[in-house]
């Protein structure tokens, strides 16, 4: 129980142009999402908290204009990088709060964006 | 504001050997602390998970402890084997977010 998947795994796309990227939770509905994104070597950082039907929480530093997020079901949200540039290029992870009393958190399989 | 530590950054040690990772935060008041494994651009496996109450868990040859009042937890990975390689992530769960450490790169040398 408890999946997370990605779609696309891998995307490579034009400096300029916009991509999409989706979540969703496969076996359990999840109210929030939490997008993540890694730069090589280094750790994972938030970028924004998702909740099913409302805006996103966007941390600071994070474009939210730039990174818009969608939550318009219970099992996908989105993440569309706008205008993106080959500094957007990273590793995108996705993960869904599960429903148990154990406040944790159900990871994607992530989506590596090359932008050239 | 969160602050999450692991060391060492990079380990290697032979075949065979037992040892331990080390994780320190800076606020105590947490859900629970997680602790995962990345394989080269790849995603994160979720290894083993310790609420707030609990102070340890252990998963096969895998034992994670948690000390909340000190801000500490370690990873002991009993007998290691060269499949054991890999950037091994500590997460501390707040009211707020999930704040990841820098990770520990472990080697394991056949």
Redesign the interface.
């Known amino acids: 129980g408890a999946v997370v998947s990605q779609h696309p795994s891998r995307v490579i796309c034009k400096s300029g142009t916009s991509v999409k990227i989706e979540c969703r939770s496969l076996d359990f509905q999840a109210t929030t999402m ?1 997008w993540y994104r890694q730069f090589p070597k ?5 970028m924004a ?1 998702s909740n099913e039907g409302s805006k996103a929480t966007y941390e600071q530093g994070v474009e939210k204009d730039k990174f818009l997020i969608n939550h318009a079901s219970l099992t996908l949200s989105t993440l569309t990088v706008t205008s993106a540039h080959p500094e957007d290029s990273s ?1 995108y ?1 996705c ?1 869904a709060l599960g429903q148990g009393i ?9 989506t ?1 964006l090359t932008v050239t | 504001k969160q602050e999450v530590t692991q060391i060492p950054a990079a380990l290697s040690v032979p075949e065979g050997e037992n040892l331990v990772l080390n994780c320190s935060f800076t606020d105590s008041a947490i859900y629970n602390l997680q602790w995962f494994r990345q394989d080269p651009g790849k995603g994160l496996t979720s290894l083993l998970l310790i609420q707030s109450s609990q102070r340890e868990q252990t998963s096969g040859r895998l034992n994670a402890s948690l000390d909340k009042s000190s801000g500490r937890s370690t990873l002991y990975i009993a007998a290691s084997q060269p499949g054991d390689s890999a950037t091994y992530l500590c997460a501390v769960q707040g009211a707020q977010k999930l704040v990841f450490g820098q990770g520990t790169r472990l080697t394991i040398n056949p």
């Open positions: 939490f280094q750790s994972l950082m938030l908290t590793f992870i993960s154990v406040y944790e958190q159900y990871f994607g399989p992530g590596r």
